[in-house]
C-alpha cells in the first residue's frame, strides 16, 4: 500500500498531509478555461508547464504529486525535484482554476515543499541562495546597504516626513532599490491628495521572497519587525505600491495560522493594508479627485499575480485607469483571474533570469498584440521584469505603473 | 534520481531533443498513479514527440530494445490505464495538439493527440457554420464530457468517451469519422476517407479498421490524427427535471421518453450521487426522500421546437403516471443548470465530490449496460455497496436510442487507509461480476475488470483478440498488462 505517511522527516510537509491527500490527480489545474454564455476562454496558464513540458511541471498536480512522492518514500530529493520546485513562479493560475478541498493549501503547499528543500543538500538556485545569506542582515534581497534604503526620496522629504501619521507608506524592497521614480511618484501622488502618511527609515522586506522561497524561519523576525511599525508611528494601516507587499501585509501577516502549524508569527490585527489603487479609487468615488490633464494613450494594463489571483483585486486598477481622461484601456486575451504572469514571482527572476524574461517577453508580445502603446501595472516587481523584456526585445511598448500615470494629472479638489 | 538506462536516454534525445525526454524520478512521478486505487509504478522514462516521424522512431527504438510503451496525453482516464504496469517509456502527447482543419461545410475537424477539450470548443465557439460562406448560426460543439478541460478530445473519443450529445448523436467513439494511426512497429497507416484524399469526412463504405484502434486503451498503436464530426451548436437549451422513488420508476420513465429520440441527454443518479460531497462512507438516505433524480437537456433552434419537447415530455410523465408509476416533482438547483447548459461546464463532474470526505480517491465501476438491467443490477450493487460500508452513488445515462446505456457507481475512497482502498476495490470488482451475465460491460476497464471480462469471455473471441494484437504489436510493447490478452 502506497499512499501511506512513511517519510515523516519532512515535518512541515506532513503536517498538511491531509490536505496534500485531498488532491484527487485530476489535472484541471494544467490549463485555464471559462465557458458560458459570455465567455470562451482557453489558454495555457501555467508559465513553469509551458517552458519545461512534463507533467511535473504542470499546474499544482505535478507538485502535489511530488509531496506525495516524497511522503510516501517512493522518491528521494534530488536536483531536480528543487528545480520542479523553484521554477514555479506561485502565479497561482493553477489555484485558481481547482476545485477540490486542497484549492486554498496549493501555495502554501509549494511554500512548505520549498521549506523541506532547504533542509536537503539539493539545488536550490544559487541566486536565491545569495541573497537569502544576507538578507538577515541587510533586510532587503537586493543585497544593498540597509542605511540606503530610503535615498530615492528627495532629500527635502527625507527630513521631514512627520513621526506619526495615519499610514505609512510601505515602499517595498524593489521600489526602494530599484524602481525608485515608482517610490517617488507615489510619494508625490500621496501629497497631492493630501493623504497624511509617512516614510519610515526602520522599514524591512515584507518578506515576501522569503515566504515565497518557503524560508519561514527567516521570514518570521521579519513579519515581527514590520508589524509593530504602526504601533511605532500611531499608524492604522500601510498604503503599498507593490503588490508583493500587499499580498504579504495584508495576507500573510494577517491570516490565521494554518491547521496543524505552529504559528510562525503574530497574526497582525487591527491594521489596515491598501493598495495605492484601492485608495485612489475611493477617493475618486467621494469626488475627491480632480483631474488636471489628459492621458491620450492606449494602454493595457497587466494583473500582477500577488494583487490579482492572490488577493482577487481586479476591477480597482482598472477602474481607476478607466476615470483618466483620456485614457482607453484594452484588455490583453488573458487577463484578470485568468492572467499570465510576468515570470517574475516565487524567486524565478532571482533563480533563473534567463527563463524569467523569457516569460515575461511572452507577456509582452500580448500585450502588444492589443494594439496598446503602453503597457501599466500595479507592482514595481513585474514592471521590472516587463520593462526589462521591452528592452530585450526591442519592442516598442513603454511601461508605466498606474501611479506614474496618475501622478502628474491629478489635484485633491 | 534516474533511471532507465543512458544509452536508451541518449537514443531518445537523439529522437526528440534533450529538453523533451527525462529519466529523472522527480520528472517521472505524476506519471505513477492516477486517482483509482491503481498500485504506483515508475515508468523509465517519459518522452514528449511533437512530430509523428519522432513517435514513428521512438516505437522502433522500443520495438528493437523491447520496451514498453505507453500512450499518455493526460491521464485522467479513471481507470489506472496509463499506469505502467512494466515500466518503460511515458508518451507524453501534449506537445502535438495542433487543431489542423475545422471543416464548417462538412462539418468535421482534425486534431492531434495533445487537443485539449478547453482548447477544441474554444476553436469550435468561434467557428461558424456555413455554405460556400454562407453562415447559418453561431458555433460548433462537439460531445463534451464533465472532465478536467485539460483532458484529450481524441483519447477520450478513442475510448468510447460519453459526452453531452450521447442522446442525439451516441457516444463520442461514434463521431470519429477517420484517423491517422503510427503501428507498434513504427509504420503510419491512414484509415478512413483520409486514406484516399484530405477529406477526414467518414469511414464508410471502407471495411471499419477504425475498429482496432479504438476501445484498445492504446494497446494496438498511436492514433496521431483524428477526424471528429462536430455539431452546430443550438441557441436554446433547457433542463427538465422528475424524480422517482425506485430505481425501476425511474427507468421505465427513461425509457420511454428515450423512444422519442428527442432530447440530447436523459440521466438520473441515485440520492447518494446527488450530494455533494458524496455521503461518504455510507450512511442511510432519508426515508422521504427519493431514490433517483432525474434531468434531460432538450435543445432547439427556436423556444417553439422547445415548448413542443417539453409539452412531449410531460405526455411522457403524464402517461407513466397514469400506469402508477411513482415519479415526483423537484426543482434541479441553479448551480447544476448551468453546469448542463452552458458546456462544456466549468463545473469539473466529480472532483469536488470526492476529496474532502476522503482521500483523494476516486474509482467507478463505470459500465455500459442494456437499459432493462439498470434497476435489477442497481438493487444488487446497492447490496454490494452498502456492505462494503460505501454509497451507491449510481448514474444511469442512456445511450442514443434507448438500446444501452451507462451504468456507472462513484466511489470516493480514501487512499490513505488501506481497509478503504481494498473495500473499494473489492466492491467495484464483485459489481462488474454481477453485472456482466446482465449484459453489463465495463469501460475504460482497469486492469482487476478486464480480468473479469476475460474469465467469461467467448473462446473465440480472446483468440481473435490475441491474434489481432499479436499481428499489430508483436513484441508486446504497447500499454502491457492493460487488456489482459498478452
Ligand atoms: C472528474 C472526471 C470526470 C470525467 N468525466 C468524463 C466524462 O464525462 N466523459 C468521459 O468520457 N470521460 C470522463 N472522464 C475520463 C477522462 O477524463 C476522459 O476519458 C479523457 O478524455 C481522457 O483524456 P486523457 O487526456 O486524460 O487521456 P489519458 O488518460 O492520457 O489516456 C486514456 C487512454 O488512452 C490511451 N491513449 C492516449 N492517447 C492515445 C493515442 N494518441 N493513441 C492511442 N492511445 C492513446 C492511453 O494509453 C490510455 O489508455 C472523467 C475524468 C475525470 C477525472
Ligand atoms: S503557480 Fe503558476 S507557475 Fe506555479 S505551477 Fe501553478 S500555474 Fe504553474
Ligand atoms: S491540485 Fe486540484 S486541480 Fe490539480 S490535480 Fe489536484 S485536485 Fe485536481
Redesign the interface.
Known amino acids: 500500500?502506497?499512499?501511506?505517511?512513511k517519510n515523516k522527516e519532512l515535518k512541515e510537509l506532513a503536517k498538511i498531509?491531509?490536505y496534500v491527500?485531498?488532491?484527487?490527480?485530476?489535472?484541471?489545474c494544467?490549463?485555464?478555461?471559462?465557458?458560458?454564455?459570455a465567455s470562451?476562454?482557453?489558454a495555457m496558464l501555467c508559465v513553469q508547464g509551458e517552458k519545461?513540458?512534463?507533467?511535473?511541471y504542470r499546474g499544482s498536480?505535478?507538485k502535489v504529486?511530488?509531496a506525495r512522492?516524497l511522503l510516501?518514500n517512493?522518491?528521494?530529493w534530488?536536483d531536480?525535484?528543487a528545480?520542479?520546485l523553484f521554477t514555479c513562479t506561485s502565479c497561482g493560475a493553477c489555484q485558481q482554476m481547482c476545485?477540490?478541498?486542497?484549492k486554498p493549501w496549493i501555495l502554501r503547499m509549494f511554500e512548505a515543499l520549498r521549506y523541506e528543500a532547504w533542509k536537503q543538500n539539493v539545488a536550490i538556485p544559487e541566486n536565491i541562495k545569495a541573497w537569502s545569506s544576507t538578507i538577515g542582515t541587510l533586510y532587503n534581497p537586493y543585497k544593498e546597504p540597509h542605511e540606503k534604503r530610503l535615498d530615492w526620496l528627495p532629500s527635502d522629504l527625507r527630513y521631514s516626513m512627520p513621526t506619526k501619521a495615519e499610514y505609512i507608506y510601505f515602499a517595498g524592497c524593489t521600489a526602494s532599490y530599484r524602481r525608485k521614480q515608482i517610490a517617488r511618484a507615489t510619494v508625490s501622488l500621496l501629497r497631492k491628495l493630501k493623504v497624511d502618511f509617512t516614510v519610515v527609515d526602520d522599514e524591512w522586506c515584507c518578506a515576501s521572497p522569503l515566504l515565497r522561497t518557503g524560508q519561514y524561519d527567516l521570514a518570521a523576525k521579519f513579519v515581527e519587525h514590520n508589524k509593530a511599525l504602526p504601533e511605532k508611528y500611531g499608524a492604522s494601516g500601510f498604503i503599498t505600491t507593490c503588490s508583493g507587499c500587499y499580498r504579504t501585509l495584508g495576507r500573510d501577516y494577517t491570516m490565521d495560522a494554518p491547521e496543524g502549524y505552529a504559528d510562525k508569527y503574530g497574526k497582525m490585527t487591527g491594521v489596515k493594508v491598501l493598495h495605492t489603487t484601492h485608495l485612489i479609487e475611493e477617493m475618486l468615488n467621494k469626488g475627491e479627485i480632480e483631474f488636471t490633464g489628459r492621458f491620450d494613450k492606449k494602454v493595457t494594463y497587466h494583473d500582477p499575480c500577488h494583487l490579482g489571483r492572490h488577493a482577487e483585486v481586479y476591477e480597482t486598477p482598472r477602474n481607476v485607469l478607466k476615470a483618466v481622461p483620456g485614457l482607453q484601456l484594452v484588455e490583453m486575451y488573458r487577463n484578470r483571474k485568468f492572467s499570465y504572469c510576468c515570470g517574475a514571482g516565487g524567486g524565478v527572476r532571482g533563480g533563473f533570469a534567463d527563463y524569467s524574461l523569457e516569460t515575461a517577453g511572452k507577456r509582452v508580445r500580448e500585450a502588444e498584440a492589443t494594439g496598446a502603446e503602453l503597457v501599466t501595472s500595479a507592482c514595481p516587481f513585474c514592471y521590472t521584469n516587463l520593462a526589462d523584456a521591452i528592452e530585450l526585445n526591442k519592442s516598442q511598448l513603454k511601461m508605466e505603473d498606474i501611479v506614474e500615470i496618475i501622478e502628474p494629472i491629478v489635484r485633491r479638489k | 534520481m534516474a533511471r532507465g538506462n543512458n544509452e536508451i536516454l541518449a537514443n531518445l534525445e537523439q529522437i526528440v531533443g534533450p529538453e523533451y525526454v527525462s529519466n529523472e524520478e522527480a520528472d517521472l512521478q505524476p506519471y505513477t498513479w492516477d486517482m483509482t486505487w491503481a498500485e504506483p509504478r515508475m515508468p523509465d522514462y517519459v518522452v514528449m514527440p511533437k512530430t509523428v516521424t519522432e513517435i514513428q522512431r521512438v516505437l522502433r527504438l522500443a520495438n528493437h530494445r523491447k520496451i514498453p510503451v505507453i500512450p499518455y496525453c493526460n491521464g485522467t482516464n479513471i481507470g489506472g490505464l496509463c499506469v505502467p504496469e512494466e515500466g518503460g517509456i511515458i508518451l507524453d502527447l501534449k506537445k502535438m495538439d495542433r487543431i489542423l482543419k475545422i471543416d464548417p461545410e462538412t462539418c468535421y475537424a482534425v486534431i492531434e493527440p495533445g487537443v485539449s477539450h478547453a482548447a477544441f470548443s474554444a476553436a469550435l465557439k468561434a467557428t461558424n457554420p456555413q455554405w460556400k460562406g454562407e453562415e447559418f448560426s453561431k458555433g460548433f460543439e462537439f460531445g463534451w464530457g464533465v472532465h478536467p478541460a485539460s483532458a484529450s478530445v481524441l483519447a477520450m473519443a478513442i475510448n468510447h468517451g460519453i459526452g453531452h450529445l450521447n442522446g442525439r448523436i451516441g457516444i463520442n467513439s461514434q463521431l470519429i469519422s477517420s484517423m491517422e494511426v503510427v503501428l507498434p512497429t513504427g509504420e503510419v497507416a491512414k484509415i478512413g476517407s483520409c486514406a484516399y484524399s484530405d477529406s477526414w469526412h467518414s469511414f464508410l463504405p471502407l471495411p471499419r479498421m477504425d475498429g482496432l484502434f479504438t476501445g484498445w486503451l492504446g494497446t494496438t498503436g498511436i492514433v496521431t490524427k483524428l477526424g471528429v464530426w462536430i455539431f452546430p451548436i443550438r441557441p436554446y437549451r433547457d433542463v427538465l427535471t422528475i424524480a422517482a422513488a425506485s430505481a425501476e420508476d425511474i427507468t421505465k420513465y427513461m425509457v420511454r421518453w428515450r423512444h422519442y429520440s428527442l432530447c440530447d441527454e436523459v440521466t438520473a443518479v441515485s440520492w447518494w450521487l446527488a450530494q455533494i460531497p458524496i455521503v461518504f462512507p455510507y450512511s442511510p438516505k432519508p426515508a422521504d426522500a427519493p431514490e433517483f433524480f432525474s434531468y434531460t437537456v432538450i435543445s432547439g433552434w427556436s423556444e417553439e421546437e422547445l415548448a413542443y419537447k417539453r409539452k412531449m415530455w410531460k405526455e411522457v410523465v403524464e402517461k407513466e403516471r397514469a400506469k402508477g408509476t411513482k415519479l415526483i416533482d423537484f426543482e434541479y438547483p441553479p448551480e447544476a443548470k448551468k453546469g448542463r447548459t452552458e458546456l462544456p461546464s466549468r463545473i469539473v463532474g466529480s472532483t469536488k465530490n470526492y476529496s474532502k470526505s476522503c482521500g483523494g480517491g476516486i474509482a467507478w465501476p463505470g459500465t455500459f449496460a442494456p437499459c432493462r438491467s439498470w434497476p435489477i443490477l442497481y438493487e444488487k450493487w446497492k447490496e454490494i455497496y452498502i456492505r462494503h460500508g460505501l454509497s451507491p452513488a449510481t448514474r444511469f445515462t442512456d445511450y442514443q436510442g434507448a438500446h444501452y446505456g451507462m451504468l456507472r457507481c462513484m466511489t470516493p475512497f480514501n487512499k490513505r487507509d488501506p481497509a478503504s482502498v481494498q473495500a473499494a476495490r473489492d466492491a467495484m470488482v464483485e459489481c462488474v461480476r454481477a453485472g456482466i451475465p446482465e449484459g453489463m460491460l465495463p469501460y475504460k476497464p482497469p486492469v482487476e475488470y478486464q480480468n473479469e471480462l476475460n474469465a467469461v469471455a467467448d473462446a473465440g473471441y480472446m483468440y481473435l483478440m490475441a491474434k489481432i494484437k499479436d499481428m499489430l504489436d508483436p513484441n508486446n510493447i504497447m500499454n502491457p498488462g492493460k487488456l489482459g490478452i498478452r
Not at chain 1, 500500500?1 to 505517511?5: A, V
Not at chain 1, 491527500?21 to 484541471?28: A, D, F, Y
Open positions: 500500500m502506497s499512499h501511506l505517511l498531509y491531509d491527500s485531498m488532491c484527487t490527480h485530476c489535472g484541471n494544467k490549463y485555464g478555461y471559462e465557458y458560458g454564455s470562451n476562454f482557453a519545461f513540458n512534463f507533467d511535473s498536480r505535478g504529486s511530488l512522492s510516501h517512493r522518491i528521494g534530488s531536480k525535484a528545480h520542479v476545485e477540490t478541498d486542497i
